[in-house]
């Protein structure tokens, strides 16, 4: 079944293009945020902010966070997700921006937006490449408590989610 569930985990991650990050603020408030996301062969999520957004003040605070990623493209009560315990870091290095940045632009729709320089992402330019490393992921299984249906969490072998 972890196979299985694997697979999926890779196919709503490839198919959903927005996640919502969960994080903290400053004076301990749940925060959540929707974000245009792309990621790489390491499966380490990327997204572009400004600085001053809610969401880029909490994980510069504390950079730990959840990250769902949900198929809500599903009927009812049919829905999968991918779930992320994650940290947060920016992406300072020029040429580490290189490959986030293309990556983001892939996704994109080509017609509606323009790739913007390295440049763009440093210095006194407000937005940041923010770079969340995964630590652990989870999938929604099912289960039953006194013959009702309930959502479980199924933890995967990030190994094998990782494994190409």
């Known amino acids: 079944m972890n196979k299985d569930l694997v697979k999926r985990a890779k196919q709503i991650v490839a198919q959903i293009k927005y996640i919502t990050i969960a994080s903290v603020t400053p004076d301990g408030k749940p925060w959540n945020s929707p974000v245009f996301t792309a990621y790489d062969e390491n499966f380490n999520f990327y997204w572009n902010s400004w600085t001053e957004n809610q969401h880029s003040i909490n994980v510069a605070n504390l950079p730990q966070v959840f990250l769902v990623i949900y198929d809500s ?7 999968q997700g991918v779930y992320i315990e994650a940290t947060v870091e920016v992406v300072t290095d020029k040429e580490e921006i290189e490959s986030p940045r293309l990556l983001m632009q892939a996704r994109k729709d080509k ?7 390295a440049d763009e992402f ?8 923010y770079k969340a490393i995964p630590k652990r992921i989870w999938m929604n299984g099912e289960g039953a408590v006194n013959g009702n249906y309930v959502d479980t969490r199924v933890e995967l072998d990030f190994a094998e989610f990782t494994k190409k």
């Open 122 to 129: 440093l210095g006194d330019y407000p937005r940041r490449v």
């Open 73 to 79: 493209t599903s009927a009812e009560g049919t829905g």
């Open 111 to 117: 017609l509606s937006s323009k790739l913007r320089s």
